[in-house]
Protein backbone atom coordinates (compact mmCIF):
# COMPACT_ATOMS: atom_id res chain seq x y z
CA UNK A 1 0.00 0.00 0.00
CA UNK A 2 1.15 3.65 -0.46
CA UNK A 3 1.07 6.11 2.09
CA UNK A 4 -1.43 8.87 1.77
CA UNK A 5 -1.12 11.89 1.27
CA UNK A 6 -4.89 13.55 2.23
CA UNK A 7 -6.87 12.00 5.30
CA UNK A 8 -10.45 13.30 5.11
CA UNK A 9 -12.04 11.17 8.44
CA UNK A 10 -15.28 12.30 8.86
CA UNK A 11 -15.57 15.68 8.22
CA UNK A 12 -18.51 17.62 8.21
CA UNK A 13 -19.01 21.37 7.73
CA UNK A 14 -22.26 23.55 9.07
CA UNK A 15 -23.40 26.66 7.99
CA UNK A 16 -25.41 29.28 9.90
CA UNK A 17 -28.01 31.03 6.94
CA UNK A 18 -29.65 34.53 8.90
CA UNK A 19 -33.35 35.14 8.39
CA UNK A 20 -31.58 38.65 7.96
CA UNK A 21 -27.65 38.87 7.55
CA UNK A 22 -26.82 42.78 7.44
CA UNK A 23 -24.25 42.47 9.95
CA UNK A 24 -25.37 45.89 12.21
CA UNK A 25 -25.40 46.38 15.83
CA UNK A 26 -29.26 47.23 15.38
CA UNK A 27 -30.41 44.36 14.24
CA UNK A 28 -29.04 42.37 16.55
CA UNK A 29 -30.25 44.31 19.39
CA UNK A 30 -33.64 44.06 17.61
CA UNK A 31 -33.70 40.14 17.13
CA UNK A 32 -33.04 40.59 21.19
CA UNK A 33 -30.44 37.85 22.07
CA UNK A 34 -30.78 34.58 20.16
CA UNK A 35 -30.62 35.26 16.57
CA UNK A 36 -32.70 33.57 14.16
CA UNK A 37 -30.86 30.91 12.08
CA UNK A 38 -31.11 27.76 10.43
CA UNK A 39 -28.32 25.43 10.65
CA UNK A 40 -27.20 23.98 7.59
CA UNK A 41 -24.82 21.05 6.66
CA UNK A 42 -23.53 21.95 2.89
CA UNK A 43 -20.77 18.66 4.34
CA UNK A 44 -21.37 15.88 5.88
CA UNK A 45 -19.68 12.90 7.53
CA UNK A 46 -17.60 12.65 4.56
CA UNK A 47 -13.84 10.38 4.53
CA UNK A 48 -11.82 9.77 1.81
CA UNK A 49 -7.83 8.90 1.53
CA UNK A 50 -5.84 9.90 -1.20
CA UNK A 51 -2.77 8.11 -1.37
CA UNK A 52 0.65 10.01 -2.79
CA UNK A 53 1.19 10.63 -6.04
CA UNK A 54 -2.57 10.04 -7.70
CA UNK A 55 -5.22 12.73 -8.58
CA UNK A 56 -8.67 12.44 -6.96
CA UNK A 57 -11.62 13.97 -8.38
CA UNK A 58 -15.06 15.43 -6.79
CA UNK A 59 -17.92 15.09 -8.63
CA UNK A 60 -21.71 16.26 -8.26
CA UNK A 61 -24.43 18.47 -8.59
CA UNK A 62 -24.64 22.73 -8.10
CA UNK A 63 -24.58 23.31 -4.34
CA UNK A 64 -23.48 19.67 -3.62
CA UNK A 65 -20.84 20.82 -1.15
CA UNK A 66 -17.96 20.42 -3.76
CA UNK A 67 -16.23 23.96 -3.16
CA UNK A 68 -16.97 23.59 0.40
CA UNK A 69 -15.10 20.50 1.03
CA UNK A 70 -11.72 21.90 -1.21
CA UNK A 71 -12.42 25.12 1.28
CA UNK A 72 -11.87 23.03 4.65
CA UNK A 73 -9.20 20.87 3.06
CA UNK A 74 -7.43 24.22 1.96
CA UNK A 75 -7.93 25.42 5.95
CA UNK A 76 -10.25 28.66 4.67
CA UNK A 77 -13.03 27.04 6.54
CA UNK A 78 -12.68 25.00 9.93
CA UNK A 79 -14.65 22.12 10.25
CA UNK A 80 -17.24 21.59 12.33
CA UNK A 81 -16.87 17.79 12.89
CA UNK A 82 -14.11 15.36 12.04
CA UNK A 83 -10.63 15.49 11.02
CA UNK A 84 -8.06 16.26 8.28
CA UNK A 85 -4.21 15.21 7.49
CA UNK A 86 -2.17 16.21 4.75
CA UNK A 87 1.05 15.32 4.67
CA UNK A 88 3.73 17.70 2.55
CA UNK A 89 3.21 21.83 1.06
CA UNK A 90 -0.18 21.99 0.07
CA UNK A 91 -1.19 24.98 -2.56
CA UNK A 92 -4.56 25.71 -3.10
CA UNK A 93 -6.53 27.63 -6.33
CA UNK A 94 -9.99 28.04 -5.67
CA UNK A 95 -10.26 31.67 -7.61
CA UNK A 96 -7.10 32.57 -9.71
CA UNK A 97 -5.68 36.30 -9.58
CA UNK A 98 -7.57 36.35 -6.10
CA UNK A 99 -4.49 37.80 -4.44
CA UNK A 100 -3.71 40.41 -7.47
CA UNK A 101 -3.64 44.37 -6.09
CA UNK A 102 -4.82 46.07 -9.79
CA UNK A 103 -2.45 49.29 -9.16
CA UNK A 104 0.73 46.86 -9.37
CA UNK A 105 2.74 45.95 -11.75
CA UNK A 106 2.30 42.15 -13.23
CA UNK A 107 5.65 41.50 -11.38
CA UNK A 108 4.70 43.05 -8.47
CA UNK A 109 1.98 40.87 -7.96
CA UNK A 110 3.77 37.42 -9.10
CA UNK A 111 5.82 38.38 -6.07
CA UNK A 112 2.37 39.38 -4.08
CA UNK A 113 0.90 36.58 -5.12
CA UNK A 114 3.40 33.69 -4.38
CA UNK A 115 4.55 34.40 -0.49
CA UNK A 116 0.32 34.31 -0.06
CA UNK A 117 0.55 31.00 -1.89
CA UNK A 118 3.58 30.12 0.29
CA UNK A 119 7.01 30.56 -2.10
CA UNK A 120 9.79 32.46 -0.30
CA UNK A 121 11.50 35.42 -2.06
CA UNK A 122 14.31 33.33 -3.33
CA UNK A 123 11.82 30.16 -4.78
CA UNK A 124 10.08 33.46 -6.68
CA UNK A 125 13.50 35.07 -7.83
CA UNK A 126 14.04 31.65 -9.38
CA UNK A 127 11.03 30.63 -11.08
CA UNK A 128 10.15 34.24 -12.12
CA UNK A 129 11.16 33.95 -15.84
CA UNK A 130 9.31 30.40 -16.00
CA UNK A 131 6.61 31.81 -14.31
CA UNK A 132 6.60 34.95 -17.28
CA UNK A 133 6.66 32.70 -20.19
CA UNK A 134 4.13 30.17 -19.23
CA UNK A 135 1.37 33.05 -18.55
CA UNK A 136 2.98 34.72 -22.39
CA UNK A 137 2.17 38.16 -20.41
CA UNK A 138 5.97 39.20 -20.54
CA UNK A 139 5.07 42.46 -22.82
CA UNK A 140 2.98 43.59 -20.12
CA UNK A 141 4.83 42.07 -17.25
CA UNK A 142 5.84 45.65 -15.85
CA UNK A 143 2.25 47.06 -16.41
CA UNK A 144 -0.53 47.80 -13.59
CA UNK A 145 -2.83 44.31 -13.76
CA UNK A 146 -5.95 46.17 -13.96
CA UNK A 147 -4.95 47.25 -17.61
CA UNK A 148 -4.69 43.19 -18.57
CA UNK A 149 -7.49 41.36 -20.30
CA UNK A 150 -9.49 38.72 -18.25
CA UNK A 151 -7.69 36.06 -19.95
CA UNK A 152 -4.32 37.59 -19.33
CA UNK A 153 -4.99 38.24 -15.51
CA UNK A 154 -5.92 34.32 -15.47
CA UNK A 155 -3.34 33.39 -17.03
CA UNK A 156 -1.37 35.20 -14.91
CA UNK A 157 -2.56 34.03 -11.18
CA UNK A 158 -3.07 30.61 -12.33
CA UNK A 159 0.70 30.52 -14.23
CA UNK A 160 2.33 31.49 -10.25
CA UNK A 161 -0.18 28.87 -8.42
CA UNK A 162 1.41 26.26 -10.55
CA UNK A 163 4.49 27.23 -10.17
CA UNK A 164 4.29 27.29 -6.56
CA UNK A 165 5.46 23.09 -6.97
CA UNK A 166 3.08 21.82 -3.87
CA UNK A 167 2.95 18.37 -2.87
CA UNK A 168 -0.91 18.71 -2.76
CA UNK A 169 -2.64 21.05 -5.03
CA UNK A 170 -6.03 21.75 -4.52
CA UNK A 171 -7.73 23.33 -7.71
CA UNK A 172 -11.69 24.30 -8.09
CA UNK A 173 -12.79 23.87 -11.47
CA UNK A 174 -9.92 26.35 -12.72
CA UNK A 175 -9.12 24.49 -16.11
CA UNK A 176 -12.46 26.09 -17.70
CA UNK A 177 -10.87 29.36 -17.74
CA UNK A 178 -8.85 30.61 -20.79
CA UNK A 179 -8.52 29.85 -24.11
CA UNK A 180 -7.95 26.67 -25.77
CA UNK A 181 -4.55 27.03 -25.82
CA UNK A 182 -4.22 27.84 -22.70
CA UNK A 183 -6.14 24.64 -21.68
CA UNK A 184 -3.74 22.58 -23.42
CA UNK A 185 -0.75 24.31 -21.92
CA UNK A 186 -2.82 23.99 -18.15
CA UNK A 187 -3.39 20.41 -19.00
CA UNK A 188 -0.02 19.42 -19.84
CA UNK A 189 0.99 21.26 -16.31
CA UNK A 190 -1.05 18.55 -14.82
CA UNK A 191 0.00 15.93 -16.67
CA UNK A 192 3.49 16.59 -15.15
CA UNK A 193 1.96 17.39 -12.01
CA UNK A 194 1.00 13.59 -11.85
CA UNK A 195 4.86 12.31 -13.27
CA UNK A 196 6.06 14.09 -10.48
CA UNK A 197 4.02 12.09 -7.74
CA UNK A 198 2.34 14.69 -7.05
CA UNK A 199 -1.37 14.65 -4.96
CA UNK A 200 -3.81 16.39 -6.62
CA UNK A 201 -7.58 16.83 -5.73
CA UNK A 202 -9.74 19.07 -7.95
CA UNK A 203 -13.10 19.75 -8.76
CA UNK A 204 -14.76 19.88 -12.82
CA UNK A 205 -17.82 19.47 -14.38
CA UNK A 206 -16.42 18.17 -17.40
CA UNK A 207 -16.53 14.68 -17.06
CA UNK A 208 -14.19 13.97 -19.78
CA UNK A 209 -11.83 15.97 -18.10
CA UNK A 210 -12.52 13.70 -14.98
CA UNK A 211 -11.68 10.63 -16.56
CA UNK A 212 -8.73 11.64 -18.33
CA UNK A 213 -7.20 13.21 -15.03
CA UNK A 214 -8.11 11.51 -12.02
CA UNK A 215 -7.52 8.17 -10.80
CA UNK A 216 -10.47 8.31 -7.89
CA UNK A 217 -13.48 9.94 -7.98
CA UNK A 218 -15.59 11.40 -5.11
CA UNK A 219 -19.50 11.89 -6.03
CA UNK A 220 -20.93 14.45 -3.82
CA UNK A 221 -24.39 14.34 -3.20
CA UNK A 222 -26.19 17.02 -0.71
CA UNK A 223 -22.96 17.17 1.23
CA UNK A 224 -22.71 13.11 1.91
CA UNK A 225 -20.38 10.91 -0.55
CA UNK A 226 -23.01 9.31 -2.86
CA UNK A 227 -19.94 7.27 -4.10
CA UNK A 228 -16.32 6.63 -4.32
CA UNK A 229 -14.03 4.63 -6.34
CA UNK A 230 -11.85 4.53 -9.63
CA UNK A 231 -13.21 7.57 -12.00
CA UNK A 232 -15.18 5.65 -14.59
CA UNK A 233 -17.14 3.59 -12.68
CA UNK A 234 -18.44 6.66 -10.67
CA UNK A 235 -18.42 9.10 -13.68
CA UNK A 236 -20.67 5.95 -15.21
CA UNK A 237 -22.79 5.32 -12.43
CA UNK A 238 -22.90 9.74 -11.76
CA UNK A 239 -24.18 10.25 -15.42
CA UNK A 240 -26.42 7.33 -15.60
CA UNK A 241 -28.21 9.20 -12.23
CA UNK A 242 -28.39 12.67 -14.33
CA UNK A 243 -30.10 10.83 -16.80
CA UNK A 244 -32.55 9.17 -14.90
CA UNK A 245 -33.29 12.66 -13.39
CA UNK A 246 -34.10 14.17 -16.53
CA UNK A 247 -36.34 11.32 -18.06
CA UNK A 248 -37.72 11.67 -14.50
CA UNK A 249 -38.51 15.34 -15.05
CA UNK A 250 -39.59 15.17 -18.78
CA UNK A 251 -42.07 12.60 -17.94
CA UNK A 252 -43.82 14.34 -15.07
CA UNK B 1 2.19 28.77 20.43
CA UNK B 2 1.67 27.18 16.70
CA UNK B 3 0.11 30.08 15.53
CA UNK B 4 3.28 32.42 16.39
CA UNK B 5 4.92 30.23 15.13
CA UNK B 6 3.27 29.96 11.67
CA UNK B 7 3.49 33.48 11.63
CA UNK B 8 7.16 33.38 11.80
CA UNK B 9 7.43 31.00 8.99
CA UNK B 10 4.88 33.18 6.99
CA UNK B 11 6.83 36.31 7.69
CA UNK B 12 7.74 36.72 4.05
CA UNK B 13 4.32 37.16 3.40
CA UNK B 14 3.59 39.78 5.95
CA UNK B 15 6.87 41.80 4.28
CA UNK B 16 4.93 41.79 1.11
CA UNK B 17 1.49 42.78 2.44
CA UNK B 18 3.15 45.83 3.65
CA UNK B 19 4.56 46.87 0.46
CA UNK B 20 1.39 46.05 -1.26
CA UNK B 21 0.06 48.76 1.66
CA UNK B 22 2.74 51.52 0.42
CA UNK B 23 3.07 51.23 -2.98
CA UNK B 24 -0.29 50.80 -3.92
CA UNK B 25 -1.18 53.77 -1.66
CA UNK B 26 0.48 56.86 -3.72
CA UNK B 27 0.29 54.77 -6.51
CA UNK B 28 -0.58 57.15 -9.89
CA UNK B 29 -0.07 60.61 -7.52
CA UNK B 30 2.24 62.72 -8.60
CA UNK B 31 3.34 63.25 -5.30
CA UNK B 32 3.87 60.26 -4.31
CA UNK B 33 5.50 59.23 -0.65
CA UNK B 34 5.29 63.20 0.00
CA UNK B 35 1.87 63.23 0.23
CA UNK B 36 2.24 61.62 3.47
CA UNK B 37 4.07 64.86 4.53
CA UNK B 38 1.94 67.22 3.37
CA UNK B 39 -1.00 66.22 5.31
CA UNK B 40 0.80 66.47 9.02
CA UNK B 41 2.49 69.76 7.98
CA UNK B 42 -1.31 70.66 6.87
CA UNK B 43 -2.29 69.99 10.45
CA UNK B 44 0.09 71.80 11.69
CA UNK B 45 -0.37 74.90 9.99
CA UNK B 46 -4.14 75.16 10.76
CA UNK B 47 -3.65 74.20 14.65
CA UNK B 48 -0.74 76.65 14.91
CA UNK B 49 -3.17 79.37 13.46
CA UNK B 50 -6.12 78.36 15.55
CA UNK B 51 -4.25 77.87 18.85
CA UNK B 52 -1.02 79.94 18.54
CA UNK B 53 -2.45 82.94 17.00
CA UNK B 54 -6.04 83.18 17.83
CA UNK B 55 -6.13 81.22 21.04
CA UNK B 56 -2.92 82.54 22.23
CA UNK B 57 -1.97 79.38 23.67
CA UNK B 58 1.39 79.51 24.85
CA UNK B 59 3.50 75.92 25.06
CA UNK B 60 5.63 74.57 27.76
CA UNK B 61 9.43 76.14 27.12
CA UNK B 62 11.44 72.83 26.55
CA UNK B 63 13.30 71.64 29.54
CA UNK B 64 16.45 71.59 28.98
CA UNK B 65 15.63 72.03 25.16
CA UNK B 66 15.31 75.55 25.50
CA UNK B 67 12.59 75.48 22.53
CA UNK B 68 9.82 77.58 23.10
CA UNK B 69 7.78 76.92 19.39
CA UNK B 70 4.27 76.24 19.63
CA UNK B 71 4.73 74.40 15.90
CA UNK B 72 7.23 71.64 17.03
CA UNK B 73 5.36 71.24 20.26
CA UNK B 74 2.11 70.54 18.84
CA UNK B 75 4.10 68.16 16.06
CA UNK B 76 5.70 66.20 19.04
CA UNK B 77 2.73 65.24 20.25
CA UNK B 78 0.72 64.97 17.20
CA UNK B 79 2.50 62.31 15.19
CA UNK B 80 2.17 59.99 17.49
CA UNK B 81 -1.23 60.71 18.06
CA UNK B 82 -1.96 60.28 13.98
CA UNK B 83 0.02 57.18 13.63
CA UNK B 84 -2.12 55.63 16.48
CA UNK B 85 -5.36 56.35 15.21
CA UNK B 86 -4.22 55.54 11.29
CA UNK B 87 -2.92 52.05 12.86
CA UNK B 88 -5.85 51.51 14.95
CA UNK B 89 -8.94 52.52 11.99
CA UNK B 90 -6.26 51.10 9.12
CA UNK B 91 -6.00 47.74 11.28
CA UNK B 92 -9.85 47.44 12.03
CA UNK B 93 -11.02 47.46 9.04
CA UNK B 94 -7.87 45.26 7.22
CA UNK B 95 -10.10 42.09 7.60
CA UNK B 96 -13.50 43.44 5.97
CA UNK B 97 -11.55 45.00 3.18
CA UNK B 98 -9.65 42.22 2.46
CA UNK B 99 -12.46 39.83 2.23
CA UNK B 100 -12.22 38.42 -1.13
CA UNK B 101 -8.37 37.41 -0.30
CA UNK B 102 -9.41 35.72 3.03
CA UNK B 103 -12.32 33.50 1.32
CA UNK B 104 -9.82 32.58 -1.63
CA UNK B 105 -6.47 31.47 0.27
CA UNK B 106 -5.50 30.50 3.58
CA UNK B 107 -2.75 32.45 5.15
CA UNK B 108 -2.53 33.46 8.83
CA UNK B 109 -4.90 36.54 8.95
CA UNK B 110 -3.38 38.42 11.53
CA UNK B 111 -0.22 39.34 8.86
CA UNK B 112 -3.54 42.16 7.47
CA UNK B 113 -3.81 44.03 11.04
CA UNK B 114 0.16 43.60 11.33
CA UNK B 115 1.26 44.79 7.51
CA UNK B 116 -1.37 48.32 8.75
CA UNK B 117 0.81 48.72 11.87
CA UNK B 118 4.41 48.27 9.56
CA UNK B 119 2.72 50.07 6.83
CA UNK B 120 1.65 53.15 8.82
CA UNK B 121 4.84 53.05 11.09
CA UNK B 122 7.11 53.41 7.68
CA UNK B 123 5.21 56.04 6.79
CA UNK B 124 5.48 57.85 10.04
CA UNK B 125 9.34 57.37 10.31
CA UNK B 126 9.79 60.00 6.75
CA UNK B 127 7.96 62.40 9.38
CA UNK B 128 9.48 62.21 12.39
CA UNK B 129 12.61 62.46 10.39
CA UNK B 130 11.45 65.43 9.36
CA UNK B 131 9.99 66.88 12.81
CA UNK B 132 13.70 65.13 14.22
CA UNK B 133 15.62 68.08 11.59
CA UNK B 134 13.14 70.80 12.21
CA UNK B 135 13.79 70.54 15.95
CA UNK B 136 17.92 70.67 15.37
CA UNK B 137 17.36 73.25 13.37
CA UNK B 138 15.62 75.42 15.57
CA UNK B 139 18.26 74.80 18.94
CA UNK B 140 16.80 71.48 19.96
CA UNK B 141 19.16 68.02 20.47
CA UNK B 142 16.72 64.72 19.58
CA UNK B 143 19.54 62.85 17.68
CA UNK B 144 20.71 60.64 21.01
CA UNK B 145 17.11 60.31 21.76
CA UNK B 146 16.46 58.01 18.87
CA UNK B 147 17.02 54.96 20.08
CA UNK B 148 14.43 55.59 23.17
CA UNK B 149 12.07 56.76 20.75
CA UNK B 150 12.16 53.47 18.63
CA UNK B 151 11.23 51.58 21.66
CA UNK B 152 8.20 53.71 22.41
CA UNK B 153 7.13 53.53 18.62
CA UNK B 154 7.02 50.06 19.17
CA UNK B 155 5.69 50.15 22.10
CA UNK B 156 2.79 52.42 20.75
CA UNK B 157 2.49 50.20 17.48
CA UNK B 158 1.56 47.07 19.92
CA UNK B 159 -0.95 49.02 21.72
CA UNK B 160 -2.05 49.86 18.46
CA UNK B 161 -2.13 46.51 16.93
CA UNK B 162 -3.99 45.25 20.03
CA UNK B 163 -6.39 47.50 19.80
CA UNK B 164 -6.76 47.01 16.21
CA UNK B 165 -6.81 43.39 16.03
CA UNK B 166 -9.78 43.05 18.66
CA UNK B 167 -11.83 45.65 16.91
CA UNK B 168 -11.71 44.24 13.02
CA UNK B 169 -13.25 40.52 14.86
CA UNK B 170 -15.90 42.76 16.31
CA UNK B 171 -15.99 44.37 12.88
CA UNK B 172 -16.88 41.25 11.30
CA UNK B 173 -19.76 40.89 13.38
CA UNK B 174 -20.90 44.36 13.41
CA UNK B 175 -19.76 46.76 10.87
CA UNK B 176 -20.91 49.52 13.21
CA UNK B 177 -17.66 49.06 14.60
CA UNK B 178 -15.85 51.34 12.08
CA UNK B 179 -18.34 54.32 12.07
CA UNK B 180 -18.60 54.14 16.09
CA UNK B 181 -14.61 53.89 16.28
CA UNK B 182 -14.39 57.11 14.07
CA UNK B 183 -16.71 58.92 16.54
CA UNK B 184 -14.74 57.40 19.17
CA UNK B 185 -11.46 58.60 18.01
CA UNK B 186 -12.25 61.65 17.77
CA UNK B 187 -13.90 62.40 21.18
CA UNK B 188 -10.51 60.61 22.46
CA UNK B 189 -8.53 63.51 20.78
CA UNK B 190 -10.07 66.42 22.56
CA UNK B 191 -9.80 64.89 25.71
CA UNK B 192 -5.81 63.68 25.07
CA UNK B 193 -3.53 66.30 25.34
CA UNK B 194 -2.19 66.94 21.81
CA UNK B 195 -3.24 70.15 20.76
CA UNK B 196 -3.41 71.68 24.14
CA UNK B 197 -1.01 71.28 27.23
CA UNK B 198 -1.58 69.19 30.65
CA UNK B 199 -1.33 71.87 32.58
CA UNK B 200 -4.46 73.56 31.35
CA UNK B 201 -6.05 69.92 33.38
CA UNK B 202 -4.10 70.65 36.05
CA UNK B 203 -5.12 74.04 36.72
CA UNK B 204 -8.57 72.91 36.03
CA UNK B 205 -7.91 69.57 38.67
CA UNK B 206 -6.84 72.00 41.11
CA UNK B 207 -10.13 74.14 41.25
CA UNK B 208 -12.18 71.41 40.82
CA UNK B 209 -10.91 68.35 42.50
CA UNK B 210 -8.09 65.91 42.09
CA UNK B 211 -10.31 63.07 40.89
CA UNK B 212 -9.79 65.02 37.29
CA UNK B 213 -6.37 64.63 36.69
CA UNK B 214 -6.35 60.87 37.90
CA UNK B 215 -8.65 60.34 35.64
CA UNK B 216 -7.41 61.74 32.52
CA UNK B 217 -4.37 59.96 33.20
CA UNK B 218 -6.22 56.98 32.92
CA UNK B 219 -6.08 57.18 29.10
CA UNK B 220 -2.40 55.61 27.77
CA UNK B 221 -2.55 58.10 24.69
CA UNK B 222 -1.95 60.60 27.37
CA UNK B 223 1.23 58.79 28.65
CA UNK B 224 2.56 57.94 25.26
CA UNK B 225 1.87 62.20 24.10
CA UNK B 226 4.23 62.74 27.56
CA UNK B 227 7.13 60.46 26.91
CA UNK B 228 6.79 61.94 23.04
CA UNK B 229 7.17 65.33 24.25
CA UNK B 230 9.59 64.09 27.00
CA UNK B 231 12.48 62.43 23.93
CA UNK B 232 11.24 65.41 20.89
CA UNK B 233 10.52 68.45 22.56
CA UNK B 234 12.79 68.24 25.80
CA UNK B 235 15.35 66.18 24.87
CA UNK B 236 15.08 64.72 28.23
CA UNK B 237 14.61 60.60 29.96
CA UNK B 238 10.73 60.45 30.19
CA UNK B 239 9.01 59.93 33.67
CA UNK B 240 9.57 56.62 35.17
CA UNK B 241 5.82 56.14 35.82
CA UNK B 242 4.66 57.20 32.29
CA UNK B 243 7.10 54.55 30.42
CA UNK B 244 5.79 52.08 32.62
CA UNK B 245 2.44 52.36 32.25
CA UNK B 246 3.13 53.17 28.33
CA UNK B 247 4.78 49.88 28.52
CA UNK B 248 1.67 48.14 30.66
CA UNK B 249 -1.26 48.79 28.06
CA UNK B 250 1.04 48.26 25.23
CA UNK B 251 1.51 44.65 26.58
CA UNK B 252 -1.99 44.18 28.10
CA UNK B 253 -3.86 45.25 24.82
CA UNK B 254 -1.68 43.49 22.63
CA UNK B 255 -1.93 40.14 23.83
CA UNK B 256 -5.59 40.54 24.53
CA UNK B 257 -6.05 41.67 20.87
CA UNK B 258 -4.10 38.63 20.12
CA UNK B 259 -6.06 35.98 22.07
CA UNK B 260 -8.98 37.15 20.82
CA UNK B 261 -7.70 37.01 17.40
CA UNK B 262 -6.64 33.67 17.49
CA UNK B 263 -10.16 32.20 18.73
CA UNK B 264 -12.24 34.04 16.20
CA UNK B 265 -9.64 33.62 13.04
CA UNK B 266 -10.95 30.03 12.25
CA UNK B 267 -14.35 31.38 11.43
CA UNK B 268 -13.56 34.64 9.59
CA UNK B 269 -13.95 33.09 5.93
CA UNK B 270 -17.54 32.32 6.52
CA UNK B 271 -18.49 35.27 8.44
CA UNK B 272 -17.43 37.79 5.62
N1 LIG C 1 -20.53 30.95 3.53
C1 LIG C 1 -21.67 30.24 3.36
N2 LIG C 1 -22.73 30.47 4.15
C2 LIG C 1 -23.87 29.75 4.01
N3 LIG C 1 -24.04 28.77 3.11
C3 LIG C 1 -23.02 28.49 2.28
C4 LIG C 1 -21.79 29.20 2.36
N4 LIG C 1 -20.95 28.70 1.41
C5 LIG C 1 -21.66 27.72 0.78
N5 LIG C 1 -22.89 27.58 1.29
C6 LIG C 1 -23.90 26.61 0.89
O1 LIG C 1 -23.34 25.33 0.90
C7 LIG C 1 -23.84 24.55 -0.17
C8 LIG C 1 -22.70 23.94 -0.93
O2 LIG C 1 -22.05 24.97 -1.65
P1 LIG C 1 -20.74 24.70 -2.52
O3 LIG C 1 -20.22 26.00 -2.99
O4 LIG C 1 -19.83 23.84 -1.74
O5 LIG C 1 -21.35 23.87 -3.75
P2 LIG C 1 -20.58 23.29 -5.01
O6 LIG C 1 -20.73 21.82 -4.93
O7 LIG C 1 -19.21 23.83 -5.10
O8 LIG C 1 -21.48 23.84 -6.18
P3 LIG C 1 -21.03 24.33 -7.67
O9 LIG C 1 -21.00 23.12 -8.51
O10 LIG C 1 -22.16 25.22 -8.05
O11 LIG C 1 -19.73 25.03 -7.56
C9 LIG C 1 -24.74 25.46 -0.99
O12 LIG C 1 -26.08 25.18 -0.67
C10 LIG C 1 -24.38 26.84 -0.53
O13 LIG C 1 -25.50 27.68 -0.55
MG1 LIG D 1 -18.19 25.22 -6.42
Known sequence: MTESAVVVDGVSKRFRLYRERNATLKSALMRGRASVYEEFW???????DVP??????????????????????????????????????????????SGFHPELSGRENIYLNGSILGMSRKEIDSRFDEIVDFSE???????????????????????????????????????????????????????????????????????????????????????????????????????????????????? | MSYARDLLRTRELLGNLVQREIKGKYRRTVLGQLWSLLNPLATMLVYTVVFSFIFQARPRVGDPSGLDIYPLWLMSGLLAWSFFTRAVTGGLSSIVSNAGLI???????????????????????????????????????????????????????????????????????????????????????????????????????????????????????????????????DNTWPALDDSLVCFAWAIGAFLLGYVVFVNNEKRLAELL
Open chain 1, 42 to 48: AVRDVSF
Open chain 1, 52 to 97: RGTTLGLIGRNGSGKSTLLKTLARILHPDEGQITMSGRVASLLEVG
Open chain 1, 137 to 252: VRKFIDQPVKNYSSGMYVRLGFSVAVHVSPDILIVDEVLAVGDAAFKTKSKRKFAEFRDQKRTIILVSHSMPQVRALCDQVVWLDGGRVRAIGPSDEVVDAYLAHIDADEVDSNEE
Open chain 2, 103 to 233: KKVYFPRMHLPFAVTLSTGFNWLFELGVLIAAIWLFGGFPIPWIPLLLVFMVLLGLLATGIAMLLAIVNVHFRDTQHFTAIVISMWFYLTPVIYPISLVETAAAQRGDWILTVYRLNPMERFIAVFRNLLY
